[in-house]
């Protein structure tokens, strides 16, 4: 193996970012068409690298071989003519514009004055798609391509621009087994071109099942390189984080508590349908499925942010009719979104305000104003119960990391002492260390008596909190679980399916 | 195939077109057309439409302009007042210093462009919403053209400029006069070249992309600062040719001719199908749109109803296709996921 020229070689490269290491000493090799995977936590430094190599960063010192010459200094437009792509998770394509210019959008970046040969690209796009064995309509607009044939066609960019090392972050987040598959097929066609591809992923069982090598960063250094054949998941899991991580089951049988949310039928067409299920006081029930399989949608449904079509619902035995989310939080249903910048908190607003926001009615004097003394208590009280580190609860959420500024959202609606809790990934972009924190803050709410519903698409985070698990796809509940009745590896077999 | 439906390629592309603002807009052309020609006897009459043709080709062309600058993804209020300024200033140069054609027209075409680039200046390096900056250039170059010259129009442009410059005529058999001018041609050179350049060119596509999805663009390598500076120099020169088009049917040049003109502009744009959010729209869109403006005003004067109805339906219309559009789409979202479900359930 050692007399095969990698295709890129880093020696020793440092990427320090106003007062922080981002990299430090990395040396890294990717060889011809070689499947390697990269992985790592949140800020590890893998988008760091990712970005240095493609040229949008410079590093601080080292040097960064192609095909053996020196490339230093690197610009995007040079590292793509040295055959350097990089497919970001929202793939950069044009929504508006057809797949064949989309494939071909380099033959428009000519001179401005040239006119754009309309029956070349549709060429170069045939051939790329032929050499991918992928049939796609070349005059279709991409918005109406699904994810996964979005991929190919970022892909299928890629190599017309004749790209000789692809990087793919996050390739499979949203991709059914079906299409994973068939993207396994197409990154296979490449090797056998000589393409490089590196996946940048956090799933680690995908890592185990198509890489031929595994680099592990941890907190801007590189861990090491393995052959995928000497590393299991688990050993993976713990050079990414450092710790040992327990992945204990916790869930309880339930069925005796008394019934919180009942639901029974519940449709909204076009989004999910005969939805059925009980949640009971203090149970954590979990709801996963890929996502577009209708789990975000429903759970706007129960916190009436959209309204059903038909089916009831019942709080502790009480006819629910849900007209907005203003009747949901009257009625005690709160609700986390998945998008927490961007629906759950308001940034540039103090932690103390954000956590008051749900609340403000029941805090206000006889003035209609808000004290500041209840203002400060409310806010410490949260800070300390969900441990939240923070110097004082007047900083701004934005300050926060993003463990810290979920734990806010959940303050601010563990405030309204909700009789539901609806968490939709509460972990998305949060880190190992803090997901435990996140998970201990769940299981401990359950505990004091919250039925809490938990929407998420990675099985590891439902078998670590849930009690239950209902499973979904296209609009509708495949079937019920019990964590540890089936193990975590059958559970995503079935959803991946 | 998404659709669950096996469908023949002519199904499609009747799905294809019916999903086309161009194709709901021309329906609703006709409809009107019908009403008015109906109701009102003179408006299909030949003289009538050639009129029309003349009296919008001021508005269609900085609408050209404007379209251009909406599939960047940005958006300009300030044009009706960079083509005021552009025609004043070269109306000044005509009349007062009797430079000839060329020099004038070429220094109000400058002008134009630079009041552009300007917006294209503030936009990219000073990083201020197109949407402020704009409003904020029309506020400041109006009200200089109105400081500096008092409110007063200028009368006494040379016979070059205002000399009507007729490409063919005839006569009808009820004796009008029915003549192409020079308005008109301006109008069809410059649709012809915008929807060539736009479709055809590279810095078309460009455009196309960038509206699209700036930040891919970005990566992809497409000079961001430079299209910029191309969408909005173009709405300038384009202001800048309408303005001195405007002065040429009037015959003189009056400050605040145009002004409010960038409403109706803006909304036929809209109508024909320009996203505001960028990158979506065509050409002929935009001028079906400013067709069915001028129908309904003129449709509507013919009738004798009063000119703040045509406000009102102005405002209507924009209200009606944008909220038509969401709802489309909205639609189209929500029945994706139960079409995809597994046929057992």
């Given at each position: 193996m050692t007399d095969i020229v990698p295709f890129l070689r880093l020696s020793n490269v440092s990427k320090n970012f106003v007062g922080v290491r981002a990299l430090q000493d990395i040396d890294w090799e990717v060889r011809p068409g070689e499947i390697h995977c990269l992985v790592g936590e949140n800020g590890c430094g893998k988008s760091t690298l990712i970005k240095i190599v493609a040229g949008v960063h410079a590093p601080t010192s080292g040097t960064i071989e192609i095909g053996g010459q020196e490339v230093l200094p690197l610009d995007p437009a040079k590292a793509k003519a040295l055959g350097i792509q990089v497919i970001f998770q929202d793939l950069s394509l044009f929504p508006n514009l057809s797949v064949a210019e989309n494939i071909a959008i380099d033959d428009t970046l000519q001179n401005m004055l040239m006119p754009v040969n309309k029956a070349a690209m549709r060429k170069t796009t045939r051939a790329v798609l032929e050499r991918l064995a992928f049939d796609l309509d070349l005059d279709a607009a991409v918005s109406d391509l699904s994810v996964a044939e979005r991929q190919i066609v970022a892909i299928a960019r890629g190599l017309a621009a004749e790209a000789r090392l692809i990087f793919m972050d996050e390739p499979t987040a949203s991709l059914t087994r079906a299409e994973v598959d068939r993207l396994l097929a197409i990154v296979s066609r490449l090797k056998a071109d000589g393409i490089a591809v590196v996946f940048v992923s956090h799933r680690l069982d995908e890592v185990v099942e198509i890489a031929e090598r595994v680099t592990v960063m941890r907190d801007g250094r590189k861990v090491g390189t393995w052959p995928v054949g000497e590393v299991d998941q688990k050993k993976i899991a713990n050079l990414m984080t450092g710790l040992h991580i327990d992945n204990s089951i916790v869930a309880r049988d339930m069925s005796s508590a008394e019934p919180v949310l009942e639901v029974k039928n519940l449709t909204r067409h076009g989004e999910f349908a005969d939805i059925d299920f009980t949640l009971r006081r203090g149970e954590v029930l979990g709801i996963v499925g890929l996502l577009g399989s209708g789990r975000t949608e429903l759970a706007l449904a129960l916190f009436g942010m959209h309204r059903v079509d038909s089916g009831t619902m019942a709080l502790e035995g009480q006819p629910l009719t849900l007209r907005s989310n203003r009747d949901a939080v009257r009625a005690g249903i709160a609700y986390v979104s998945e998008d927490r910048l961007g629906l759950g908190v308001i940034l540039p607003q103090s932690i103390g305000d954000n956590i008051m926001l749900a609340v403000m009615k029941s805090m206000t004097n006889g003035l209609g104003l808000i004290p500041d003394k209840s203002r400060k208590k409310l806010a410490g009280d949260w800070v300390q119960r969900l441990a939240i580190k923070v110097p004082s609860a007047d900083r701004a959420v934005q300050t926060l990391s993003g463990g810290n500024q979920q734990r806010v959202v959940l303050a601010k609606w563990l405030a309204t002492k909700p009789k539901v809790l609806i968490l939709d990934s509460p972990t998305v972009g949060v880190d190992i260390k803090n997901k435990q924190g996140i998970y201990e803050v769940v299981t401990d709410l359950a505990r004091q008596g919250v039925g809490i519903i938990l929407i998420s698409d990675e099985v590891s985070e439902v078998f670590a909190t849930c009690d239950r698990v209902l499973h979904m796809r296209g609009g509708r509940i495949l079937e019920e679980e019990v964590p540890g009745r089936v193990s975590e590896h059958e559970m995503e077999e079935r959803i991946y399916a | 195939m998404r659709d669950g439906v096996p469908s023949t390629s002519a199904q499609s592309a009747l799905r294809r077109l019916r999903r086309r603002p161009e194709a709901w807009l021309l329906a609703v052309i006709l409809i009107v057309g019908t009403i008015f020609s109906l109701t009102a006897r003179d408006f299909l009459s030949l003289p009538n439409i050639i009129d029309l043709l003349e009296t919008y080709s001021v508005q269609a062309i900085m609408a050209m302009g404007l379209f251009v600058v909406l599939v960047s993804g940005g958006i300009d209020i300030s044009f009706a007042a960079t083509a005021s300024v552009a025609q004043y200033c070269a109306a000044l140069l005509a009349s007062q210093l009797g430079l000839p054609a060329p020099l004038v027209i070429l220094a109000g075409l400058a002008v134009g462009g630079i009041l552009g680039c300007l917006n294209a200046l503030l936009i990219h390096y000073v990083r201020i919403t197109s949407i402020i900056a704009t409003i904020a250039m029309m506020s400041v170059s109006f009200s200089l053209l109105m400081y500096f010259s008092g409110g007063k129009s200028i009368y006494t442009l040379p016979d070059w400029w205002t000399d009507r410059i007729v490409f063919w005529q005839t006569e009808t058999e009820s004796g009008d006069l029915v003549r192409i001018t020079l308005p008109i041609v301006a109008m069809v050179v410059v649709t012809l070249f915008t929807w060539a350049w736009m479709t055809r060119s590279s810095a078309g596509r460009q455009l196309y992309a960038m509206g699209g999805n700036a930040e891919a663009a970005r990566r992809i390598g497409i000079n961001i600062g430079r299209l910029q500076f191309v969408a909005y120099g173009y709405l300038g020169l384009m202001a800048a040719i309408a303005g001195m088009l405007q002065a040429h049917r009037v015959g003189e040049s009056v400050p605040?001719?145009?002004?409010?003109t960038e409403l109706a502009v803006l909304s036929a744009a809209v109508l024909g199908g320009a996203s505001l959010t960028g990158g979506i729209g065509t050409v002929p869109g935009v001028l079906l749109g400013i067709v069915l403006l001028a129908i309904l005003q003129n449709g509507l004067n013919l009738l004798g109803v009063s000119s703040y109805f045509f406000q009102i339906v102005i405002g209507i219309t924009i209200l009606a296709s944008t909220s038509l559009t969401v709802i489309s789409s909205r639609r189209g979202r929500r029945h994706r996921i139960l079409a995809e479900a597994p046929a057992n359930g």
């Amino acid at each position: 193996m050692t007399d095969i020229v990698p295709f890129l070689r880093l020696s020793n490269v440092s990427k320090n970012f106003v007062g922080v290491r981002a990299l430090q000493d990395i040396d890294w090799e990717v060889r011809p068409g070689e499947i390697h995977c990269l992985v790592g936590e949140n800020g590890c430094g893998k988008s760091t690298l990712i970005k240095i190599v493609a040229g949008v960063h410079a590093p601080t010192s080292g040097t960064i071989e192609i095909g053996g010459q020196e490339v230093l200094p690197l610009d995007p437009a040079k590292a793509k003519a040295l055959g350097i792509q990089v497919i970001f998770q929202d793939l950069s394509l044009f929504p508006n514009l057809s797949v064949a210019e989309n494939i071909a959008i380099d033959d428009t970046l000519q001179n401005m004055l040239m006119p754009v040969n309309k029956a070349a690209m549709r060429k170069t796009t045939r051939a790329v798609l032929e050499r991918l064995a992928f049939d796609l309509d070349l005059d279709a607009a991409v918005s109406d391509l699904s994810v996964a044939e979005r991929q190919i066609v970022a892909i299928a960019r890629g190599l017309a621009a004749e790209a000789r090392l692809i990087f793919m972050d996050e390739p499979t987040a949203s991709l059914t087994r079906a299409e994973v598959d068939r993207l396994l097929a197409i990154v296979s066609r490449l090797k056998a071109d000589g393409i490089a591809v590196v996946f940048v992923s956090h799933r680690l069982d995908e890592v185990v099942e198509i890489a031929e090598r595994v680099t592990v960063m941890r907190d801007g250094r590189k861990v090491g390189t393995w052959p995928v054949g000497e590393v299991d998941q688990k050993k993976i899991a713990n050079l990414m984080t450092g710790l040992h991580i327990d992945n204990s089951i916790v869930a309880r049988d339930m069925s005796s508590a008394e019934p919180v949310l009942e639901v029974k039928n519940l449709t909204r067409h076009g989004e999910f349908a005969d939805i059925d299920f009980t949640l009971r006081r203090g149970e954590v029930l979990g709801i996963v499925g890929l996502l577009g399989s209708g789990r975000t949608e429903l759970a706007l449904a129960l916190f009436g942010m959209h309204r059903v079509d038909s089916g009831t619902m019942a709080l502790e035995g009480q006819p629910l009719t849900l007209r907005s989310n203003r009747d949901a939080v009257r009625a005690g249903i709160a609700y986390v979104s998945e998008d927490r910048l961007g629906l759950g908190v308001i940034l540039p607003q103090s932690i103390g305000d954000n956590i008051m926001l749900a609340v403000m009615k029941s805090m206000t004097n006889g003035l209609g104003l808000i004290p500041d003394k209840s203002r400060k208590k409310l806010a410490g009280d949260w800070v300390q119960r969900l441990a939240i580190k923070v110097p004082s609860a007047d900083r701004a959420v934005q300050t926060l990391s993003g463990g810290n500024q979920q734990r806010v959202v959940l303050a601010k609606w563990l405030a309204t002492k909700p009789k539901v809790l609806i968490l939709d990934s509460p972990t998305v972009g949060v880190d190992i260390k803090n997901k435990q924190g996140i998970y201990e803050v769940v299981t401990d709410l359950a505990r004091q008596g919250v039925g809490i519903i938990l929407i998420s698409d990675e099985v590891s985070e439902v078998f670590a909190t849930c009690d239950r698990v209902l499973h979904m796809r296209g609009g509708r509940i495949l079937e019920e679980e019990v964590p540890g009745r089936v193990s975590e590896h059958e559970m995503e077999e079935r959803i991946y399916a | 195939m998404r659709d669950g439906v096996p469908s023949t390629s002519a199904q499609s592309a009747l799905r294809r077109l019916r999903r086309r603002p161009e194709a709901w807009l021309l329906a609703v052309i006709l409809i009107v057309g019908t009403i008015f020609s109906l109701t009102a006897r003179d408006f299909l009459s030949l003289p009538n439409i050639i009129d029309l043709l003349e009296t919008y080709s001021v508005q269609a062309i900085m609408a050209m302009g404007l379209f251009v600058v909406l599939v960047s993804g940005g958006i300009d209020i300030s044009f009706a007042a960079t083509a005021s300024v552009a025609q004043y200033c070269a109306a000044l140069l005509a009349s007062q210093l009797g430079l000839p054609a060329p020099l004038v027209i070429l220094a109000g075409l400058a002008v134009g462009g630079i009041l552009g680039c300007l917006n294209a200046l503030l936009i990219h390096y000073v990083r201020i919403t197109s949407i402020i900056a704009t409003i904020a250039m029309m506020s400041v170059s109006f009200s200089l053209l109105m400081y500096f010259s008092g409110g007063k129009s200028i009368y006494t442009l040379p016979d070059w400029w205002t000399d009507r410059i007729v490409f063919w005529q005839t006569e009808t058999e009820s004796g009008d006069l029915v003549r192409i001018t020079l308005p008109i041609v301006a109008m069809v050179v410059v649709t012809l070249f915008t929807w060539a350049w736009m479709t055809r060119s590279s810095a078309g596509r460009q455009l196309y992309a960038m509206g699209g999805n700036a930040e891919a663009a970005r990566r992809i390598g497409i000079n961001i600062g430079r299209l910029q500076f191309v969408a909005y120099g173009y709405l300038g020169l384009m202001a800048a040719i309408a303005g001195m088009l405007q002065a040429h049917r009037v015959g003189e040049s009056v400050p605040n001719a145009m002004y409010n003109t960038e409403l109706a502009v803006l909304s036929a744009a809209v109508l024909g199908g320009a996203s505001l959010t960028g990158g979506i729209g065509t050409v002929p869109g935009v001028l079906l749109g400013i067709v069915l403006l001028a129908i309904l005003q003129n449709g509507l004067n013919l009738l004798g109803v009063s000119s703040y109805f045509f406000q009102i339906v102005i405002g209507i219309t924009i209200l009606a296709s944008t909220s038509l559009t969401v709802i489309s789409s909205r639609r189209g979202r929500r029945h994706r996921i139960l079409a995809e479900a597994p046929a057992n359930g």
